[in-house]
């Protein structure tokens, strides 16, 4: 049983209850489950308010990078802060903002020379979606009125945004009447990253899949300003994990048809793959980059969309032209994050990060090999510092039933052993901060095969 709240939190949890309505949750179960409440984090760890420390296994969403409460990255916040807290970023610039583009700019791809910033990832994607449409509009291509996009994808929760992603995933298909048109092309699990694998047939379904990948844009291709996918790994529809031969053969697709390449690496950048780009791994480059969550270590809410100077000259133009980006953010390159986010790069250079990386990959992979041998974990796969399984009835081999919320209950369970760890659906994932030691990764394994068990 979980340690008692102290007193003062119950008039707290009251007043949550009363006014405050949570993300990506049916408020109705908070009446008899309140939320945790949290009081603090140090390291990779939460600190509970009723005094208990909880592994962050999935990075707080993904966004803490190198553990809670890094002190160079509050220092950075607390300077900066004092100095310029905020000022408008049109026809104003300032030092954070410009350390920020030159400390990231040499690790990314050499054609992506502008940077736009706004404040989160689904904005992140907004931004290049917009510029992917204004710039076709703009070079004379008129009739590139849709995009494409992968099934399964999930690239954030504003209309532009959903309009790309799965619109079975999180209810998004009530918003289907208000959406931007958007062809999807499904692409098929890599096996090769699953630890246990059987690669029957594989070569032949790859084979299939690049067919059908050149089919989708010979239909289709014409009619798309950009192509947008998150590389190698789809992150929120389920941890799909698909082939770096397919990113590649999308590359060329785009290249071929006059389609832009958008690649979001929101979720899947800031070595949370193994390389500072997952994209790295294949050596493509997009034409607009989305970036953010590990962007300022999870400290505060900032992004960036780079684009080429292709793009970029698509827009460049007199005042009376009509060809300038008209879209921005009151908080756009606001100093205090940008700070932050220059201190989080700082410290891929003057710690070991990258190494971290690898040494929590080594241990994922031991961990979900200890979880495949379980017979509810089928499908255990790692990439990077990712790893994840599907859960299954272990007496039948079959999914769960939804309404019975088995991977909620396991959440919460999991929580009162020291672990955050918060399936989606039927996937169970591990993506802790980079700092975390790789032997609390399989103190992780561990809980989570006691709470399988029983």
Not at 166 to 179: C, D, K
Request: proline share 7%.
């Amino acid at each position: 049983m979980p340690t008692p709240l102290p007193p003062d939190w119950s008039d707290r949890l009251a007043l949550d209850r009363a006014h405050v309505w949570h993300p990506f949750t049916q408020m109705q179960i908070h009446e008899a489950d309140p939320p945790v409440a949290v009081a603090g984090g140090e390291g990779c760890d939460l600190l509970l308010a009723n005094g208990e420390r909880v592994l962050d296994g999935i990075s707080s969403w993904w966004t803490c990078l190198h553990g809670h409460g890094h002190p160079r990255l509050v220092s950075a916040l607390e300077r900066q802060a004092a100095r310029l807290d905020h000022v408008m970023f049109a026809g104003f610039t300032h030092e954070p903002a410009l350390e920020l583009v030159a400390r990231l700019r040499p690790r990314l791809p050499a054609g992506l020379t502008r940077a736009f910033f706004s404040d989160d990832g689904s904005t992140a994607v907004e931004v290049a979606l917009k510029m992917a449409f204004q710039a076709q509009f703009q070079r004379g291509e008129k009739g590139r009125d849709r995009f494409g996009a992968l099934r399964g994808g999930y690239h954030g929760d504003t209309l532009g945004a959903v309009g790309v992603g799965e619109l079975e995933n999180f209810m998004t298909g009530l918003f289907r009447p208000l959406l931007l048109t958007c062809e999807r092309l499904e692409v098929p699990e890599d096996p090769r990253r699953e630890l246990r694998p059987d690669l029957t047939g594989w070569p032949e379904r790859l084979e299939t899949a690049r067919q059908g990948m050149r089919r989708f844009f010979t239909e289709h291709g014409a009619r798309l300003a950009a192509f947008i996918a998150e590389p190698l790994i789809q992150c929120a529809g389920g941890m799909r994990m698909w082939p770096p031969e397919l990113l590649a053969e999308l590359r060329a697709q785009c290249d071929a048809h006059g389609v832009y390449l958008i690649l979001d690496e929101v979720a899947t950048g800031f070595g949370r793959t193994g390389t500072f780009l997952a994209s790295e791994q294949v050596g493509v480059a997009p034409d607009l980059l989305c970036l953010s969550k590990g962007l300022t270590g999870g400290t505060l809410p900032l992004s960036l969309t780079w684009a080429t100077e292709a793009i970029y000259a698509h827009f460049w133009g007199e005042p009376a032209s009509g060809r300038a980006f008209l879209h921005g953010h009151s908080y756009t390159a606001n100093p205090a994050a940008c700070a932050v986010a220059c201190a989080s790069l700082a410290l891929f250079d003057e710690e070991p990060v990258l190494a971290r990386a690898a040494a929590i990959h080594e241990a994922m992979k031991a961990a979900f090999l200890t979880l495949s041998e379980h017979p509810a974990v089928r499908q255990a796969r790692v990439l990077g510092t990712i790893g994840a399984c599907r859960l299954v009835d272990p007496a039948t081999g079959a999914a769960h039933d939804p309404s019975l919320r088995f991977g909620w209950r396991l959440h919460r369970r999991a929580l009162d052993h020291g672990l955050l760890a918060r399936p989606i659906g039927d996937c169970l994932y591990l993506l802790p901060p980079l700092n975390t030691p790789p032997a609390r990764i399989q103190e992780a394994a561990a809980t989570l095969l006691e709470l399988l068990s029983s």
